[in-house]
């Protein structure tokens, strides 16, 4: 089992999530974050004065799947959450040792 972890712009958090589900890939955990990479943050005027905005606000979504699905989900998302522009946002793969289902104490990919 993997665990993908993807940070998208706020906007193609539906997009993706719609995607994920044509796909046939139910169920994923979102939070909403704040941080940077390659693009600084930016810049913004209130009031007429201008503020560095250093941690710019993003959404990450967490999807745990199968090792037989894994290349679906990443190209899935890659593709709904893609704008060609930077602050488009990272995806993350990490291997996962083990999933419970608290309701049942199914294991594994059962769990899932």
Do not use: W
């Not at 704040?34 to 993003?58: C, I, L, N, S, W």
């Not at 522009?85 to 309701?103: C, M, N, P, Y």
Request: hydrophobic residues 40%.
């Amino acid at each position: 089992m993997k665990k993908v972890e993807a940070i998208v712009r706020h906007h193609k958090l539906e997009d993706v999530k719609n995607a994920l589900t044509d796909q046939g890939i139910h169920g994923m955990t979102v939070a909403e974050v704040r941080g940077f990479g390659r693009q600084k943050g930016h810049t913004e005027m209130y009031r007429g004065t201008e503020y560095a905005v250093d941690f710019v606000p993003k959404v990450k979504l967490e999807v745990v799947c199968a090792d037989s699905v894994l290349q679906t989900v990443i190209d899935t998302i890659l593709r709904a959450a893609q704008t060609g522009q930077i602050g488009d946002g990272k995806v993350f793969v990490t291997e996962l040792a083990e999933s419970i289902r608290i309701r049942t104490g199914e294991t594994g990919e059962d769990a899932l």
